[in-house]
């Protein structure tokens, strides 16, 4: 079984905070969208409580 080098653990951290830039990124990028997207969409009138919990 092989050994983890520091040169190895650097890699394996810079990578982890590099995916986790990209999906803060297109979370800001499209985060309004998607949001604006689905507030169009009405539920019926009469919701039950957990559906009036998400549409208010």
């Not at 009405?42 to 559906?51: A, D």
């Amino acid at each position: 079984m092989s050994e983890l080098t520091i040169d190895q653990l650097i890699k394996i951290i810079l990578g982890v905070l590099v995916v986790i830039a990209v999906i803060i990124g297109l979370y800001l990028f499209f985060g309004q969208r998607v949001a604006d997207f689905f507030k169009g969409l009405s539920p019926p009138t009469s919701v039950g409580g957990f559906w009036r919990i998400l549409y208010g």
